[in-house]
Nanobody, 126 residues
């Protein structure tokens, strides 16, 4: 049974940092793309960042580029999202997700991901 378990959310002041973790288990993810999405109150779930576990350059939403970094620990089968210079518009539930993609251009498509975590709340105060 595949499980993606997020942690690391919380309350932070504007300009602060948080690191989210996603512990992946239940299968081999070597062929998977691992991503982070977020959903703010009253809004649709949106793409944040993704990378391919097989290698290559990560991909970021324009809104987080230069401030967020997605990374992994192969030994722990864990994906991280380092978030710096957080702003109030970053308040959302952040979700870890995994899927198999034929093309990098599809990484931003929420519907193409197969597995989702339960989400972790990030609140940025002004």
């Amino acid at each position: 049974q595949v499980q993606l378990v997020e942690s690391g959310g919380g309350l932070v002041q504007a300009g602060g940092s948080l690191r989210l973790s996603c512990a992946a288990s239940g299968r081999t993810f070597s062929n998977y793309v691992m991503g982070w999405f977020r959903q703010a109150p009253g809004k649709e779930r949106e793409f944040v960042a993704a990378f391919s576990w097989s290698g290559g350059t990560p991909y970021y939403a324009d809104s987080v580029k230069g401030r967020f970094t997605i990374s992994r620990d192969n030994d722990k089968n864990t994906v991280y999202l380092q978030m710096n210079s957080l702003q109030p518009e970053g308040t959302a539930v952040y979700y870890c997700t995994a899927g198999i993609f034929p093309s990098r251009t599809l990484w931003t498509m929420r519907s193409r991901y197969d597995y989702w975590g339960q989400g972790t709340q990030v609140t940025v105060s002004s």
